[in-house]
């Protein structure tokens, strides 16, 4: 438990932000207690990878040093160099301190010098001898430190120093934070808080597999008698083939959780609060509660602590007891009065500390669970008094009362970023911010939705109101005040809050210093959706009108501007490819934009300018708004386009407009270069080297740092320009080839580019500072920009202007031809979509660079190449009409159950809008009932008594369906559910579900009952109670009223990115990749750092880094480490990902191969049993993944030869791999070996010879005869052929002589576990070769051209298959 420090507001008069944004809270206490057990220390800097200096603010007082080594870089990004001369600044080395609790031996702690007191006093009240403390300062020699003081600002503490705990006297406020702390330690090992997705709570099962710790329980265990002990067989329904999906063993069981009861009742009295004469004896308030022995006792906390006094239920008495036990902790006083709870409190904290920290630190977001056993509901004072408390902003721990969330928001962002240390802490105070921001106004969302605000117009309909609470600013997403009319009404106003979002991210991704966006996050609960906001200044006590200064409050008929925010938005409009133009107002007049008209400019009383509004910041989407008039390309034409949709507010996604602008980048350089080849007949190359000025973001900064040093000589340029001819020839013909232009082209142009004669001139928005000396080279520029649509003939510079098609806009007629270009560039961005972006994820699909495994990976992988939801029915269309559609069998299934759930999703919302409080749980069910259950007249009766307790049952009389107006559910049934996402389907995405009942789509497209289960519940924010749901059964419903345990909010909002470590991240990934493993881990574990600085221990973005140094750490040799960081990624991924997310599934994958290689073969195992169980639930067995796990459970189980069982799963995994990667495929042929030599195991020679043939003639065909693989291969087969004929002979030996035959010995050999783990390593893609010097040459300079590819645009992927690519040899992930 972490004392509540971690609420002060980032905005506390005259104290750093950060230095108490939370401390604690952001797991420094437990990277302390990792810290002790001694890991190794990675970075050679004193702390161990734990530590990983949580102390964000350290180095102020070496800032000075920072800058004046960076000046001559500039900004921090100048290269990598400053990076890194800034971070040896930062690192101070810790030291040693005593300290000395009062009834205990004074310990050693580890500190450093950046840590404030603050942060002792966590790691006191974390450890097993001092937890129960919480109310005492910290002496040295006689003087109390400030707990906000740094350790290294203290006088006279040093290495070795003594530091005494003192016990202080309690105020009410700190009586409370006690309680909170013991109920807190109580509960520690208690998972009902992450069931009820409650103080970023979340559940993790990994320690259930691994019985506690890896790193220990290899030691225990001696790896000779470990294959003895081990039963593999699995459970029945993990085997290959099983057609049971249960529910139950998603979470298994963990001993631990039941929990050992130190206390039965601990409550608040009634008699609260003391009266005044009490109060100036010192009681601060009662406790009431009771001990396991059935002992009933009233508490008084007092100044002095806590002691019995003599008051019962119904008399007060407060006088203290005799003996009154008076103590200065409860946990003392209880341990007197109850022998039970002191044993099992004893027992309890052991069990607390020896979990692992990532199981118990909070997350950053909260993570909701779908599914819940049965928890008693137990009494608890802390939840009982924050659910009164309504914990509006946590009063009781703050100085002034609630927090002003615009005012930490904007302060935050205005803190200085010159150097890393001002950086690191910037970030994370946003970072603090942001998440405590969500997370109130998540709260707030359900409480205005279950009725718990009250709104501040209060008398007009429901749907119109509007909400403040704890100073967020709520609105409902409905069409109020028609002011969508245009556009599509009520769904109109429920997508601009998400297109808002999405726009408020992109701005403030942008961080132009003086422009400030909105706190926003967007709340779907109970079919409602509630935008939540923090409040500018001033802006309720003003009318909006003479508020906005910028923009237009009524979509374009009134506009204005202001100067000042030209110039702000000016600075956005590069990177967001926002394009400065003149909109005409009701005068006529013409007016200055540099964003869409409804982007308002509102200055609030804090003088600071504010944009809001920003659903438009992204050009529209023209397949989804037809324009009168206006004809689209023909690949647009082609798939049935431009299409109706819902509302007129479909937006292209920024990474669409950035693959866009790239594209178009690639065909800018090949034109130019193709004209300059053409004029260059004349050879003269020296005189007239063009200037081909690049201005396109996309290539990133980076890129353009590369591409200035190495821009070479000119007389490369011919080389590089000849290549580019053959694929610029077809890219002229428009985008209908620009898929293939793509590919072919790529790495022509980017040759062309990176080497091709480009001075970069320095260029400011797209003028060009450097005259082009030579006319002709000026015109094949003008001529290039012309072509590609850019903004500025001397430059490449595209981009958009968001008000086109914008109905109510209107443009001067001076700029008629501008505004005809950027219809133009719209359809062609249109186009590219479809005819580019689709494609290509459909190839990267094919070649298995994009492996999606449920809808929420799917979803991801849509967005990430620009790809809108909505297009979700063209996509599957489009794989219907690839011919290799068997190869994408997976990604058609997962995206139709993604379809029809979505559908179902706009159903369930319009459902329970009209559902009343008191029958959600009925109307839930039955929804899933009408959804999932194969029961065909699904009634929502109420269930028959028996079912029901008598007690509940009385209350049920009164509202029997059809008795109120709200029970319209009730009469929703079956056909009619699949009626309506049929048609859902075909208005919303353009796709046709044939299937009129769930069993018919689930026969048809292959889908399984529980994965639509858990993709409708996790959309939909429903809880369903964990037992075997029997969805089949034709004469009861699936679903009773009691499964349904809760609904939860779904949330969307911002998510602040760590930029200096994810440079450090990438830097290091690109080490990795040129095979510099070393100073690549180096990099990585700097970037490791960075993150837990910024983000504090748990993110999505640290899961990654862990996984990366857990397979560098493999690489190199360090199997413990491996397994160390290994552990902690799967269990951050559990933790924030949720259990069962697909990466999750990998993370466990990776843990089973380290823990092998660790000789931990039943742990191995189990954990691949988990993955391939968790693997058949998100996704089915049919799945070219499924093929690596089985390939991966089948090689282990060879190597505790259990061959039988090896067989099932590797053959599972041949008959996927051949179904996926094709017949011909190496994966295939690998396959085809690791059955073999089962078989050969087996001593059944002949099957082992007919899998090794297989396998034999793919090398063959593939590689040749000469190729190793091939050699080996056919080696192998000999010796197969004479193991089989000496079985023959021996056989024939024994059919002719009986029992007195003399047998030759035969060589049966069980694999030995080197050789098993050799394949464990290659079908996992790390391969290690023994290399000499010239290959490692050859191997960088290869790396060094693919390098180069990549800077300039996708460099071709390799195939998976092809022998032995760059990618098998450094495995990357």
């Known amino acids: 438990m972490v004392s509540k420090t971690d609420d002060i507001p980032a905005s506390v008069p005259n104290c750093n932000p950060v230095d108490l944004a939370d401390e604690a809270g952001d797991g420094a206490q437990d990277s302390k207690e990792t810290s002790k057990t001694g890991l190794k220390d990675p970075c050679g800097c004193g702390h161990s990878a734990d530590t990983a200096m949580v102390n964000g603010d350290g180095a102020h007082g070496h800032t000075e040093e920072a800058e004046s080594k960076q000046d001559g870089n500039g900004e921090a990004d100048g290269g990598e160099e400053s990076n890194e001369q800034e971070v040896i600044v930062i690192q101070d080395t810790g030291f040693t301190v005593k300290i000395q609790a009062p009834g205990t031996e004074p310990f050693d702690l580890q500190v450093s010098p950046q840590e404030m007191v603050q942060e002792i006093h966590q790691v006191l009240m974390d450890r097993e001898d001092t937890c129960h403390r919480t109310c005492f300062s910290l002496q040295l020699d006689g003087n109390v430190l400030d707990n906000f003081a740094e350790l290294k600002s203290i006088e006279g503490l040093q290495e070795g120093s003594l530091l005494k705990v003192v016990e202080e006297p309690y105020t009410v406020r700190e009586a409370r934070i006690h309680v909170r702390h013991i109920r807190d330690l109580l509960k520690s090992l208690d998972p009902s808080d992450a069931y009820n997705g409650v103080d970023c709570n979340s559940l993790s099962f990994l320690s259930i597999f691994t019985d506690g710790d890896l790193g220990d329980s290899g030691k225990r265990k001696k790896k000779g008698n470990e294959l003895e002990q081990i039963d593999c067989t699995p459970p029945e329904h993990i085997l290959p083939g099983s057609k049971e999906r249960p529910l139950v063993p998603l979470q298994p069981q963990n001993k631990d959780w039941k929990p050992m009861q130190c206390l039965k009742v601990l409550t608040m009295s009634g008699w609260n609060p003391p009266p005044g004469n009490r109060k100036m004896h010192g009681d601060l308030m009662y406790l009431y509660m009771v001990t396991v022995e059935e002992r009933h006792v009233s508490v008084t906390a007092s100044t002095r602590g806590f002691y019995l006094n003599q008051s019962t239920t119904y008399t007060f008495n407060p006088k203290p007891a005799n003996p009154s036990f008076l103590s200065h902790s409860l946990v003392e006083l209880l341990s007197q009065i109850s022998p039970a709870f002191k044993k099992n409190f004893t027992a309890l904290q052991k069990k607390r500390v020896q979990r692992h920290p990532f199981e118990r630190i909070a997350t950053p977001f909260q993570v909701y669970s779908w599914t819940a056993p049965q928890v008693d509901h137990a009494m608890d004072c802390v939840r009982a008094e924050d659910a009164y408390t309504s914990r509006l902003g946590y009063e009781e721990h703050i100085p002034g009362q609630t927090r002003d969330w615009n005012e930490e928001l904007q302060t935050t962002r205005e803190l200085p970023r010159k150097n890393l240390p001002e950086r690191l802490l910037r970030e994370r105070a946003i970072f603090k911010v942001h998440s405590d921001f969500a997370a109130a106004a998540t709260r707030g969302a359900m409480a205005v939705i279950d009725g718990n605000v009250m709104a501040i117009n209060p008398g007009e309909e429901t749907r119109m109101q509007m909400f403040i609470w704890n100073n967020i600013f709520f609105s409902l997403g409905f069409d109020v005040r028609d002011h969508y009319r245009e556009l599509g009404g009520d769904a109109a106003a429920h997508a601009a809050p998400t297109n808002d979002l999405n726009g408020v991210r992109a701005y403030g991704a942008v961080d132009v210093e003086g422009l400030y966006t909105l706190g926003t996050v967007v709340v779907d609960y109970r079919g409602y959706r509630v935008t939540a906001q923090s409040i500018i200044p001033g802006i309720l006590e003003r009318e909006q009108e003479q508020s906005v200064i910028y923009g237009s409050i009524d979509f374009g008929k009134t506009v204005v501007s202001h100067s000042k925010y030209l110039e702000l938005l000016e600075k956005t409009s590069r990177p967001l490819k926002v394009q400065r133009h003149s909109v005409l107002n009701e005068k006529n007049e013409t007016v200055e934009l540099c964003s869409s008209v409804e982007c308002k400019g509102i200055i609030g009383n804090d003088g600071r300018h504010y944009i809001l509004d920003l659903l438009r910041t992204f050009p529209p989407d023209l397949n989804f708004l037809p324009v009168d008039g206006e004809e689209l390309p023909p690949e647009s034409q082609r798939q049935g386009f431009p299409r109706q949709h819902r509302h007129r507010l479909a937006c ?488 069962e997310h697909p990466n999750t599934i990998q993370e466990y994958m990776h843990l089973a191969l380290y823990c092998f290689a660790n000789g931990q073969l039943s742990t191995a195992l189990k954990l691949l049993y988990r993955a391939r169980y968790l693997m058949l639930m998100v996704s089915g067995e049919d799945h070219p993944e499924m093929a690596l796990l089985d390939s991966n459970i089948g090689l282990v189980l060879h190597g505790v030869m259990e061959y039988d069982l090896s067989l099932r799963f590797l053959e599972n995994a041949l008959t996927i791999n051949t179904k996926y990667h094709g017949p011909r495929s190496l994966k295939v042929a690998l396959s085809h070996h690791l059955v073999a030599r089962v078989y050969e195991s087996k001593a059944e020679f002949r099957s082992a010879l007919q899998h090794e043939k297989e396998g034999y003639t793919i090398y063959k065909n593939q590689m040749g005869e000469a190729h190793e693989k091939t050699k080996e291969s056919s080696e192998y087969l000999k010796y197969l052929t004479q193991q089989a004929v000496a079985l023959q002979r021996t056989m024939n030996e024994i059919y002719k002589n009986g029992s007195n035959a003399s047998i030759m010995p035969l060589k049966f050999t069980a694999p030995s576990m080197a050789s098993v783990l050799e394949q464990l390593n290659i079908i996992n893609g790390i391969i290690f070769i023994p290399l000499s010097q010239k290959d490692l040459e050859n191997l960088k300079a290869e790396v060094h051209r693919r390098q180069l590819l990549q800077e300039l645009g996708k460099s071709e992927e390799p195939t998976e298959d092809s022998p032995l690519e760059l990618e098998d040899k450094i495995p990357i992930d």
């Open 652 to 1139: 292209l996604r920024q990474e669409l407009i950035e693959a866009f602008v790239e594209h178009r980048y690639l065909l800018f350089m090949k034109m130019a270069a193709l004209q300059l080849m053409q004029q260059k007949a004349n050879k003269d190359t020296k005189t007239d080297t063009p200037a081909i000025t690049e201005t396109s973001e996309t290539t990133s900064e980076s890129n353009a740092d590369k591409t200035q040093t190495q821009t070479t000589e000119a007389s490369d340029s011919q080389s590089a320009t000849e290549v580019s001819t053959d694929s610029t020839s077809q890219t002229e013909n428009g985008t209908s080839v620009a898929s293939q232009a793509a590919t072919d082209g790529e790495e022509n142009s980017s040759k062309a580019a990176t080497n091709g004669p480009l001075d970069l001139a320095a260029t400011q928005n797209g003028e060009c500072k450097s005259p082009l000396e030579d006319p002709k080279s000026r015109e094949v520029v003008l001529n290039a920009c012309k072509a590609v649509g850019s903004i500025s003939n001397t430059s490449f510079d595209i981009r958009f202007n968001p008000d086109i098609f914008s109905p109510g806009v209107r443009f001067p007629d001076d700029s008629a031809d501008d505004v005809q270009k950027q219809k133009q560039l719209l359809k062609d961005a249109a186009a590219f979509l479809v005819s580019c972006q689709v494609p290509s994820l459909v190839k990267d699909c094919l070649d298995h660079s994009a492996l999606p495994m449920d809808g929420a990976t799917l979803t991801e992988a849509l967005r990430q190449r620009g790809i809108n939801i909505r297009y979700l029915g063209s996509v599957l269309e489009f794989v219907d009409k690839t011919p290799a559609k068997t190869q994408l069998e997976h990604f058609y299934r997962i995206g139709i159950s993604e379809l029809i759930t979505r559908c179902a999703k706009h159903i369930f919302k319009t459902y329970l809008q009209g559902v009343e409080l008191s029958a959600l749980s009925a109307a839930v069910s039955h929804f899933l009932n009408c959804f999932l259950s194969s029961f065909p007249d699904a009634v929502a009766h109420l269930p028959p008594d028996e079912l029901v307790s008598r007690r509940k049952s009385r209350k049920r009389r009164n509202r029997v369906p059809g008795g109120g107006d709200n029970t319209a559910w009730a009469s929703l049934t079956p056909s009619e559910l699949w009626k309506n996402i049929a048609s859902e389907a075909q208005s919303y995405y353009h796709f046709t579900v044939q299937c009129d009942s769930v069993d018919q789509v689930v026969e048809k497209y292959g889908l399984q009952k529980i994965t639509l289960l858990r993709e409708i519940s996790i959309k939909t924010g429903i809880q369903i109670l964990i037992k075997e749901y029997n969805f089949d059964s034709r004469h009861k419903p699936a679903f009773t009223e009691e499964d349904i345990l809760n609904i939860f909010p779904v949330v969307k909002h911002v998510n602040p990115k760590a930029s200096d470590a994810f440079h450090f991240f990438q830097s290091g990934q690109a080490k990795v990749q040129q095979g510099f493993l070393k100073e690549g881990c180096e990099l990585i574990n700097e970037a490791l750092n960075l993150f837990n600085n910024v983000y504090g221990a748990m993110h999505v973005e640290i899961c990654a880094c862990l996984r990366l140094l857990a397979r560098l750490n493999y690489i190199m040799g360090d199997h413990a480490e491996a397994l160390s960081n290994q552990q902690k990624a799967v269990l951050m991924s559990e933790r924030v990902l949720g259990i």
